[in-house]
């Protein structure tokens, strides 16, 4: 598999990470690789980082159910009220690279008949800040 081929048109598929169904509308999207994710011949201890799952942020840190799966692990939540999918995720990979993916933060900003409304831009600033600030502070603490 190329990474860089592969990797970018999932998260803005219905389903991605692994059967975590996001609701339809716009997304956004953090990718955070480190240098030593491509230096390493060995993995992120992924037992020491689901074991620190609770520290890690979805965009907007909605409530979380949390998985392993063939990637490293999930962590999702913020189901719709309609059912229709989860608001957000945070993936752990096994070599350290993490996303997160959030499909509520930009929701009036698809669909309008007068077009799309604002980006809410202070809200968007805050919740990519809190979750980055999350993804070093989980990496931080699993690699050896």
Same mark, same amino acid.
């Given at each position: 598999?190329?990474?860089?081929?592969?990797?970018?048109?999932?998260?803005?598929?219905?389903?991605?990470?692994?059967?975590?169904?996001?609701?339809?509308?716009?997304? !956004?999207?953090?990718? @955070?690789?480190? #240098?030593?994710?491509?230096?390493?011949?060995?993995? $992120? +201890?992924?037992?020491?980082?689901?074991?620190?799952?609770?520290?890690?942020?979805?965009?907007?840190?909605?409530?979380?159910?949390?998985?392993?799966?063939?990637?490293?692990?999930?962590?999702?939540?913020?189901?719709?009220?309609?059912?229709?999918?989860?608001?957000?995720?945070?993936?752990?990979?096994?070599?350290? !690279?993490?996303?997160? @993916?959030?499909? #509520?933060?930009?929701?009036?900003?698809?669909?309008? $008949? +007068?077009?799309?409304?604002?980006?809410?831009?202070?809200?968007?600033?805050?919740?990519?800040?809190?979750?980055?600030?999350?993804?070093?502070?989980?990496?931080?603490?699993?690699?050896?």
């Amino acid at each position: 598999m190329v990474y860089w081929a592969d990797r970018p048109a999932p998260a803005f598929q219905s389903h991605r990470p692994r059967s975590v169904l996001l609701q339809p509308e716009a997304k !956004i999207a953090l990718h @955070v690789i480190p #240098y030593s994710a491509f230096d390493r011949l060995d993995s $992120i +201890d992924l037992a020491d980082a689901y074991g620190r799952r609770h520290e890690l942020k979805t965009i907007r840190d909605t409530s979380k159910t949390s998985r392993y799966n063939l990637d490293g692990f999930v962590v999702y939540g913020g189901r719709s009220g309609d059912g229709s999918g989860y608001e957000a995720y945070s993936q752990v990979f096994r070599n350290g !690279i993490t996303e997160a @993916v959030n499909s #509520y933060i930009l929701e009036g900003n698809t669909g309008h $008949i +007068d077009g799309p409304t604002p980006i809410p831009s202070q809200l968007y600033e805050d919740e990519i800040i809190a979750a980055l600030n999350s993804m070093v502070k989980l990496l931080g603490s699993v690699w050896h």
